[in-house]
């Protein structure tokens, strides 16, 4: 079975800094874009940013824009977020995926079909 963990959650103060990784199970995803999306209690899961194949070419939510970087090692097959300047409201579970009909990033949930578990990201005031 296709699966991607992600990993480097946890709590930080406001302002502070958190890297998120993601790898896959068992398989190489680099053909692939990839995308950050996260849901915070009560709302919908919602686009944070995405990745091309090759690590080129970004995308990100005018929420994170400035704030967050993602980018991909296909040679360690590990997707990254690095979130800085962190605020309250970006407390969420934030989830990796894999678009394997996709090379170039998109925003669109719909056309990813690997879904981590999530990891669990908090921002204390």
């Known amino acids: 079975q296709v699966q991607v963990i992600e990993s480097g959650g946890g709590l930080v103060q406001a302002g502070g800094s958190l890297r998120l990784s993601c790898a896959p199970s068992?398989?190489?995803?680099?053909?692939?874009?990839m995308g950050w999306f996260r849901q915070a209690p009560g709302k919908d899961r919602e686009f944070v940013a995405a990745?091309?194949?090759?690590?080129?070419?970004?995308a990100y939510a005018d929420s994170v824009k400035g704030r967050f970087t993602m980018s991909r090692d296909n040679a360690k097959n590990t997707l990254y977020l690095q979130m800085n300047s962190l605020k309250p409201e970006d407390t969420a579970v934030y989830y990796c995926?894999?678009?394997?009909?996709?090379?170039?990033?998109?925003?669109?949930?719909?056309?990813?079909?690997?879904w981590g578990q999530g990891s669990q990201v908090t921002v204390s005031s």
């Open positions: 995926a894999v678009c394997r009909r996709c090379t170039w990033p998109t925003s669109t949930q719909s056309r990813y079909d690997v």
């Open positions: 068992g398989r190489t995803f680099s053909s692939y874009a």
């Open positions: 990745i091309d194949w090759a690590g080129g070419s970004t």
